[in-house]
């Protein structure tokens, strides 16, 4: 008699746990929250911005002069995260929607001091200094950390082909006499290389930008390496 109540008592509590929790699992299920609880819920993904940039190697040795006609080096830009991009104020294909995504960069670090961007002319014999403060002009470019960088030819080549290994080189039967790459180069204040892995865990060397992606990407890196 005692075993048969014990068993009747166990039935009632599990009839009552029924009734308070089926509706609830239901519910989960119907907003696929099934394997979600109130301790998962407080994991957050992991982001890019919590890995750590990988080194690609220091960045070569330059000397240029700006559009305001004045030495610009690589130790300039000591102790500041900078984008550097080769380009031609007359360009007809990729160099607008490049300069775009500049733009884009310039007004979302406008203000802070240990952000800049360099912009080298592969077209230095057009590109004089009074052509690149015209250009600059156009663009509506703003910041003092924005260099527009121009020099000998073969010295600027040289930096691009085999410096930061970024194509560029003069073709004739292109428009506009010469092509290059579209990808912008990220340097820490230490004057290193940097970049991010891709899905598959290589480095991706240099940031696409020419594409929105690619552009959203470098930004979340330079606040990477303006925090460390």
Not at 22 to 32: L, M
Not at 119 to 132: A, G, K, Q, R
Not at 159 to 178: H, I, R, S, T
């Amino acid at each position: 008699m005692l075993k048969n109540k014990s068993y009747i008592g166990i039935s009632f509590i599990i009839l009552i746990f029924g009734i308070y929790a089926i509706p609830k699992i239901v519910e989960r299920i119907k907003n696929d929250k099934t394997v979600q609880g109130e301790r998962l819920d407080r994991i957050k993904p992991k982001t890019a911005d919590e890995g750590k940039l990988i080194k690609i190697g220091a960045v070569p040795n330059f000397e240029l002069v700006n559009q305001d006609n004045k030495k610009i080096t690589n130790e300039t830009y000591k102790g500041k995260v900078y984008v550097l991009e080769f380009f031609f104020s007359t360009c007809p294909t990729i160099c607008p929607k490049m300069n775009e995504s500049m733009l884009i960069l310039e007004n979302k670090f406008f203000g802070n001091p240990n952000f800049g961007i360099v912009s080298i002319t592969i077209n230095p014999e057009h590109d004089s200094p009074e052509v690149l403060k015209q250009h600059a002009k156009d663009l509506g470019v703003k910041s003092s950390n924005w260099n527009f960088l121009t020099g000998d030819k073969d010295y600027i080549f040289k930096l691009a082909n085999k410096g930061f290994n970024l194509y560029a080189g003069q073709n004739n039967k292109v428009a506009g006499g010469f092509e290059h790459s579209g990808l912008f180069a990220l340097i820490d204040k230490n004057g290193n290389i940097r970049c991010r892995n891709d899905e598959y865990g290589n480095p991706i060397l240099y940031y696409d930008g020419l594409d929105k992606k690619g552009v959203r990407n470098i930004q979340q890196d330079i606040n990477i390496l303006l925090a460390e």
